[in-house]
């Protein structure tokens, strides 16, 4: 809760005048608790679970339709049906209500023990943009070895096979998994904050692209002008859409967000000879396409 009670009492002890954005700031959260403001976790992942993963059941609706999108498709051969995509949604409604949301709400403490704030001033961008960056470095690299625990057999037989039931990723199968690993999987989202605390609008736009991300690595669809193709080390839907084709077998692409932990502790050579098999043939194919274009008969 911000200490001032006036506007006037928060510039005299910023020294300066409030920013617009500082305003509206203090206008909505001044009579606020900070739990309550910690709170807003719950809308904003019910939101993002809810919605961000919606555009993909049109596409997928509209590829086992007419064909469109087929070229975009990882797993081509993979239709889900309208009442396919609804029901994993209602599994992670189930999952959200008896363990994420009851999660944030039990889970403040921690918020206050590493002291993420909530007052003025707010966070320069350039401070919100490097935090984040180190959030999502961070959880990358405890997220791998979490990830790599989980394909081992205890770990897989008796947790982790539930998030790979789907094969072929879609959008909402993101958050689909165990409530035990919904659990631990908490652990690298929260390292990076407990690590390099913020403020507590930070904290909001970490959690809320965390999820984003996993939704577009989980989408099944490798979208050429996605933005997320000009981030160096990114891995993205087609690189994770191998590992859960793999399945239960796989040891490699473990990265949650970036490439480097699979390059550097060799769990990508079955991925990266997948890839270069397939180019290789795709290549055959063109050839021998062109040499029979080529020839004429008679």
């Known amino acids: 809760m911000i200490p001032y009670a006036t506007i006037e009492e928060a510039s005299i002890a910023l020294g300066r005048n409030l920013t617009r954005l500082e305003t509206l700031w203090f206008d909505y959260s001044a009579t606020k608790s900070d739990y309550y403001l910690y709170c807003h976790n719950i809308l904003f992942l019910f939101l993002v679970f809810s919605l961000v993963p919606l555009p993909l059941v049109f596409v997928e609706l509209a590829r086992s339709a007419s064909g469109w999108f087929n ?19 209602k599994d992670v409604m189930t999952m959200f209500i008896l363990v994420v949301g009851p999660l944030q709400l039990v889970s403040y403490p921690s918020i206050q023990m590493i002291e993420i704030r909530s007052g003025l001033p707010l966070p320069t961008i350039t401070e919100i943009l490097s935090q984040l960056v180190v959030y999502f470095l961070i959880e990358d690299y405890t997220n791998y070895w979490v990830h790599r625990f989980f394909h081992s057999k205890w770990g897989y037989d008796k947790i982790h096979r539930v998030h790979h039931e789907y094969t072929a990723p879609i959008g909402y199968a993101a958050p689909y998994a165990h409530w035990a690993e919904v659990l631990l999987l908490g652990i690298p989202t929260f390292m990076g ?8 609008i930070t904290f909001w736009l970490w959690i809320a692209l ?28 087609e690189y994770h859409d191998y590992h859960h084709y793999v399945g239960g077998q796989s040891q490699s692409n473990f990265a949650s967000v970036f490439t480097y932990c699979d390059y550097i502790y060799g769990t990508d050579k079955g991925y990266r000879f997948q890839k270069k098999l397939l180019e290789q043939i795709k290549e055959s194919s063109k050839k021998s396409n062109k040499h029979n274009g080529g020839i004429k008969s008679d």
């Open 71 to 89: 070229r975009y498709k990882i797993q081509p051969k993979v239709n889900y049906s309208l009442s396919d995509m609804f029901k994993c949604y």
């Open 193 to 200: 904050p407990a690590i390099a605390p913020g403020h507590m």
């Open 210 to 237: 965390r999820q984003m991300e996993a939704i577009e690595t989980h989408s099944g669809y490798d979208f050429p002008w996605s933005p997320t193709k000009y981030i160096p080390f990114y891995g993205g839907a």
